[in-house]
């Protein structure tokens, strides 16, 4: 709503609204009503489980199959409620979490209500509200500024206009933009979704799946999948009804053939990993602000921190004076030039806190600190002008402040240089006639946390880079005392390109800690990594870090930090614990890693599907599986384990060509599949075996087939995936064994020379498609145990050896066992 009231208030006498008028607005619905949290509706979440493509065309097929067939037939519709159920269950348990964590994350402002200063919601701010700004405040409504006190706004992330832009009484300011320094109050004149920001801030919030070669690749796979499932059903069903007598038997089996076209667990796994990988980190107190950051999260291979809030708590305190004029005490205008500032920044407040501010200290003209200018001042009558900032930036050519700059910055020390000046200030450049006074002297506790953490990244092959406003020395002796790989590889910012993007990332790859950087270098920085092909993730907790944080394929911003730079950020780490990283960057690798695992399994189905459909057409036999077939060995060989391993840890960077992997593993598998299915269906047929003994057959062929495929794409196999693939083998023990459970799924095994000849496709088969996927580097680095099962007894081997192992296990169930073991070895996938 846009506000329709004219004039303001001066300023000094600010009162605001009063209550009642505060209820008329609110009344009226003139109220600051946006979005908040980055989660969909509980009505969309049902409605985008349930109304799928592929759950219509199931619903069409159950109906279909209730008239002509058997209920058994009709077992593929439990797998379509599970798969809905399990679905809105997880996203709803991801949406809590979303919205607990965005409620504690939930900015606040400052308004003026009453001539009080009231701290509220931002939803709550309603038209003709004023607000209060101080440095690092993100503009939520746009507005008429009130108050002013060298107020400079930074609109780059609206506009890309790269300067602050100083704002006076008048000027309009816009939502989305934030204060780069001094502070002020604005008069509120569009609020909710007729804001500038508004819109924006509404779709960049919106929960969706990753718009990313993840996401990109399954919209791939689907389309692709239902291109080419309209002409096989169609010749699925005309070459059934060629082969069967019965029209019944014919719809019958071209249902099950149709069904297990349909990767009916791949949307549903891929939206359970992403929403378990939100309920994961939220437990670590991680908000997740866009779910694209979750994939993101498994592409790093750059990370950069900003020294202050990151490696360090932020908690700075003087711990040196060092006097450089003897004739002059320096503490009266340190006291005064912290009290100047109504919004002082964490290095003034520690100022503030070890030197009072004294009587008679009143300024008369002030420059509030700057990320770029990095100093601030201030007049105090005939006491003179005052400064205090980095040393460099106010005298880079005293030689006794160089000198002693660099002893106390060696020792990881932050030094500001005080000077003072008989001239006035005017405007925002330092006054004539300016003279070293002392040199203040700060330290800042490092995080107890950090070491382990900068160890996990070296590790992991996640290159680190230590980005701050200090000093280079200062920077590169607290990156050496946390064990910052190539910490002493230290660059000046200052003597970097500015307009030669290529040398300015050979100037970062070859450096680790850089000092002296202004935001603008930063966002520079982060662009120049991300033009030599890294995926950069980026942390910060300041007003100087927003720019940086938003470029930044991922941007990660502390709980503690500026309300401007956690708006940015794609993930907020909300009680700020740097240890925390290690686990946001091992869950989106787990996530990224079990989908591409899990698409594996699905599509090799839908393959074999494919092609067992164009076999039976081409040769006109009926075909060789009725629904309950494949629902069994769907379950056993793709749906049961896949869920397991979307939910299994995964140390594994992602890599580009997630489509050309999964081909490479599905064509060879499903390819094979089909052909040695089809040949041992039509060996049992021409040996004068009865329909329902051939199709076992081929249900035997196609599970053991299956088993091996999962056991390859399970690797390394671990204590956990041996157990879980013995156990669907085990399952399909028990079927076979148990009479009435054949019954049930229409099972009747063939004579012991068909059974033997069926070991021996499969046989055959294991070793063609082992030779095929070492060819094509799947098996190239799969573990010794594997191999040896299959050199001595093919895909059999594997299966049975698995079964032994399994039931090795069961006798030391009564012995504990360490959870470490279970699915935590490091992840080799095939490029």
């Not at 000092?515 to 930063?522: L, Y």
């Not at 599509?603 to 006109?620: E, N, P, Q």
Request: overall charge neutral.
């Amino acid at each position: 709503m846009t506000s329709t009231t004219g004039g303001r208030q001066p300023q000094g006498t600010l009162q605001g609204l009063t209550p009642a008028e505060v209820a008329e607005r609110e009344a009226a619905g003139a109220i600051n009503e946006v979005p908040t949290g980055p989660s969909r509706t509980v009505a969309e979440i049902v409605k985008a489980n349930i109304f799928t493509l592929f759950n219509v065309l199931l619903a069409i097929l159950l109906v279909i199959i209730l008239i002509v067939a058997p209920i058994q037939d009709a077992l593929f519709a439990g797998v379509l409620v599970a798969n809905a159920a399990i679905g809105i269950f997880q996203e709803l348990r991801a949406k809590k979490t979303l919205d607990n964590l965005a409620l504690l994350n939930a900015p606040q402002v400052t308004v003026i209500r009453g001539g009080r200063n009231l701290s509220i919601p931002v939803d709550r701010v309603v038209i003709d509200e004023l607000l209060l700004l101080g440095p690092g405040d993100q503009i939520v409504v746009d507005g008429s500024v009130v108050k002013a006190a060298t107020l400079e706004i930074d609109e780059s992330l609206l506009t890309g206009e790269s300067d602050p832009i100083l704002k006076d009484l008048g000027h309009e300011v816009l939502s989305g933009s934030f204060v780069s320094s001094g502070s002020g109050a604005y008069r509120a004149t569009r609020v909710g979704r007729h804001a500038y920001a508004a819109r924006l801030a509404e779709e960049a919030k919106k929960f969706t799946l990753v718009d990313s070669e993840l996401r990109r690749g399954i919209d791939w796979i689907l389309k692709a999948i239902t291109w080419v499932m309209a002409p096989t059903m169609v010749l699925l069903v005309w070459s059934q009804l060629q082969a069967n007598p019965s029209v019944k038997e014919a719809v019958r089996v071209s249902v099950g053939g149709m069904v297990a076209m349909i990767p009916q667990g791949l949307v549903l796994l891929t939206s359970v990993a992403f929403a378990v990988g939100v309920v994961r980190l939220g437990r670590r107190n991680v908000l997740v602000q866009e779910l694209p950051s979750v994939e993101g999260l498994a592409r790093v291979d750059t990370i950069c921190f900003d020294k202050t809030g990151t490696l360090t708590e932020g908690r700075l305190v003087v711990d040196s004076l060092d006097v450089l004029a003897a004739d002059v005490d320096p503490r009266p205008a340190l006291g005064g030039l912290a009290a100047s500032d109504p919004s002082p920044n964490a290095t003034l407040q520690a100022i503030s806190e070890a030197f009072p501010a004294k009587a008679g200290w009143l300024p008369t003209a002030t420059v509030p600190f700057s990320s770029s200018r990095k100093w601030s001042g201030a007049t105090f009558g005939s006491a003179g002008s005052w400064v205090i900032g980095a040393p460099e930036m106010i005298l880079p050519d005293d030689p006794m402040v160089v000198a002693n700059v660099a002893s106390a910055a060696a020792a990881g020390k932050r030094v500001l240089l005080l000077a003072s000046s008989p001239h006035p200030l005017t405007g925002e450049r330092l006054p004539h006639g300016i003279e070293a006074v002392a040199l203040v002297g700060l330290s800042d506790r490092i995080r107890t946390d950090a070491a382990d953490t900068l160890k996990y990244f070296a590790a992991q092959g996640v290159a680190a880079k230590v980005i701050s406003g200090d000093h280079p020395a200062t920077v590169a002796a607290i990156a050496r005392e946390v064990g910052v790989p190539g910490a002493d590889r230290v660059v000046d910012a200052r003597t970097l390109p500015e307009d030669d993007q290529d040398a300015l990332g050979r100037a970062l790859e070859e450096g680790t800690v850089f000092g002296r950087v202004t935001p603008h270098q930063k966002r520079a920085m982060v662009r120049a990594l991300q033009a030599r092909g890294h995926v950069v993730a980026m942390t910060g907790d300041g007003v100087n870090d927003v720019l940086a944080l938003k470029d930044a394929d991922i941007g990660i911003a502390m709980g503690s930090g500026s309300s401007a730079s956690r708006a940015v950020a794609q993930l907020v780490l909300l009680d700020g614990s740097f240890a925390t990283l290690p686990s946001v960057v091992g869950e989106g690798r787990r996530v990224i890693s079990n989908i591409e695992r899990v698409a594996n399994l699905f599509v090799v189905k839908t393959m074999y599907a494919f092609l067992l459909a164009v076999l039976v057409g081409v040769f006109s036999r009926p075909f060789p599986f009725v629904p309950r077939h494949l629902t069994l060995v769907g379950t056993l060989t793709i749906g049961a384990p896949a869920f397991f391993l979307a939910l299994a840890p995964s140390a594994d960077r992602a890599r580009k060509g997630f489509i050309q992997r999964v081909l490479r593993f599905a064509v060879p598998v499903g390819t094979l599949a089909a052909v040695a299915t089809f040949a041992a269906y039509e060996m049992a047929t021409n040996e004068g075996a009865p329909l329902i003994e051939a199709r076992t057959l081929a249900t035997l062929v196609l599970l053991s087939i299956g088993l091996f495929a999962l056991e390859i794409n399970s690797r390394p196999i671990t204590p956990g995936r041996r157990i879980l693939i013995g156990a669907m083998a085990l399952t399909f023990l028990f079927v076979q064994a148990n009479q009435g459970m054949r019954t049930f799924f229409e099972l009747d095994l063939p004579s012991t020379v068909l059974l033997l000849a069926g070991v021996g496709i499969v046989g055959i088969t294991g070793s063609i498609l082992y030779g095929a996927l070492t060819a094509l580097g799947w098996v190239k680095m799969m573990p010794e145990l594997i191999g040896e099962d299959l050199r001595q007894g093919g895909a059999w081997g594997v299966v049975h050896s698995g079964m032994d192992r399994m039931r090795d296990r069961a006798r030391s169930f009564g012995q504990p066992i360490d959870p470490s073991m279970i699915d935590d070895e490091p992840e080799q996938r095939p490029d």
